[in-house]
């Protein structure tokens, strides 16, 4: 048996990131960044008016004695359009937020600031001495062209795609999505539309799969379920060799019908098998035809939780991401762990945040084939391998899974 830590290492070092592909820019979210994005223009692309108000020169706005200077105004200018004149001394021109400053102005005063005969006018009065430069946005303010804006491996979210969307970028070139074939295995395991019959269980693993890859980011498939046999086994692996990563569940341990290990050899590499750890000891990490195949176990909370330990940092690498782990951090275990295995163990828990500290609380029977100790579980709480029980009140350290959202009477009572 080898580490958590070791498996990680054999398993990361055998992945690398996928080519690139050029998407729309809608379809960018959550990708990788696969080149450098360097501004082709200022942004913003010309001077323009930060307020709705006059356009005019900065020395028109001194006081004459004890009257407001009364200017000349000679047009308007909307955002979208030109000026067709400049703005000369004496004189103003209207000008709206966005708008472009006319030639000859080199200062904007705000409408609340001045004394007007209303939107036709064409005189006003300036109510407050203004510097040059105000309430101008002077072009390549945010960007100036051939500033490197994105850094190659940026992950996008939705700042950088408005970033993106600004540059004028309408395609993007990203890290492919990892296509994910994902296999059940097993003569017990029918679909989830079928009745139950004697010693048969639904199909669970494959849907929680699908749906935790999706989550991930990529694109899952579910291949069906193979029988436990090699010839159901190698049909299943053949069509399974053209994706960019397999996930098996069931079949890795030391049953007489555990064949998954067996076809993983004799199609490919096994890498290794059986981590310190629970659940999911079986895991099982090698390829067929060059392909990575994380082999999870059959017990459907070893697979979920095997499958966030080590095929999602898999996935993450894969598309391009730098990071791959989920964070962690240090719990108050409110209701202490009793049973203690020799393996390191995960145990599932609701993390929330309460007066300045995380606090976990465990989610019950922690039985690998206790789909719900899942429920209400956004962590795992990591107790090392060996030692005494973990009594109430003790700190561990726990992996996020999700962070806790708060209620709208939790977030206004805090703030
Ligand atoms: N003698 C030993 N027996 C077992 C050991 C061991 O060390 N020595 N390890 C146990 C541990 S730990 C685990 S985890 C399981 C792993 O078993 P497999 O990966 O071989 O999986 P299966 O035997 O195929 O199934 C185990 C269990 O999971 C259910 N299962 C399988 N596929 C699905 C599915 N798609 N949806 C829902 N449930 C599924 C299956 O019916 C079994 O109950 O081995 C222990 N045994
Ligand atoms: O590793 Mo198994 O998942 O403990 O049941
Ligand atoms: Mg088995």
Redesign the pocket.
Known sequence: MISVEEALSRILAEIKALPTVRVPLAEAAGRVLAEEVVAQEDIPPFDNSAMDGFALLSTDSKPQGDQPPHLRVTGAVAAGYVADHAVEAGTAMRIMTGAPVPPGADTVIQVELTRHGGPESDWVEILQEVKPGNNIRPAGEDMRCGQKILPRGTELGAWEIGILATLGWATVPVVRQARVAIL???D??IEIDQPLAPGK?R????YLLEATVRRAGALPERLGVARDTVESLREKFAQAMTYDLILT???????DF?LVKDIMAEQGQVNFWRINMR????VAFGHIGGVPLVGL????V?SAVTFELFARPVIRKLQGHAAVFKPQVEVVVEDGIQERAQRRHYVRAHVRWQNGKFVARTTGNQG??MLTSLLQANALVIVPEGGPEVPPGTMLKAIMLDWPEDTQEEALASS
């Not at 199909?203 to 494959?206: A, D």
């Not at 569940?249 to 049953?255: F, P």
């Not at 659940?279 to 079986?282: A, I, V």
């Open positions: 059940g295995t097993g017990e395991i269980i199909n669970s693993n494959s569940s069931g079949g890795v341990s030391v049953g555990d659940p999911g000891k079986p176990p059959g017990n459907p070893s690998s084939h």
